[in-house]
């Protein structure tokens, strides 16, 4: 699937900046944010489920503490290679189009009036 950062945000109903500030490392992705990523790019929504319940439990336990009630074991190297691949897999979704603008808006011509008299 080719689609710009501009395209994205549009389609999943955010700000573009959104987008470019996530893709650059300056934001985190937000809970609201991850479910309509994975809305629209079909992610299962278990992925969203874990996601924001990692978020509740604001990730201040130790790692093994953190993911451990999802199944996910951080010592195998499929956990860090699954995940690295997902987020891989989007950033370069958006780095194919990131010199794609969006067409520039053109105005439609301004309507004369009609001559006197008609």
């Known amino acids: 699937m080719k689609i710009s950062r501009y395209r994205l945000a ?7 900046r959104r987008i470019n500030e996530i893709d650059k490392g300056l934001r985190a992705i ?30 201040t336990r130790n790692l093994y503490e953190t993911f451990s009630p999802f199944g996910l074991d951080p010592e ?15 950033l370069d979704e958006l780095i194919q189009h990131d010199d794609k603008k969006p067409a520039p808006k053109t105005k439609a011509p301004a309507k004369k009036p009609p001559p006197p008299g008609l």
């Open 76 to 90: 195998l190297p499929e956990f860090w290679e699954s995940g690295l691949a997902l987020i891989n897999k989007y």
């Open 10 to 16: 549009k389609d999943i109903g955010v700000p573009p």
């Open 30 to 59: 937000s809970p609201d944010t991850a479910l309509r990523l994975s809305r629209y790019f079909g992610i299962v929504a278990e992925f969203v489920e874990n996601y924001t319940e990692m978020l509740e439990t604001g990730i």
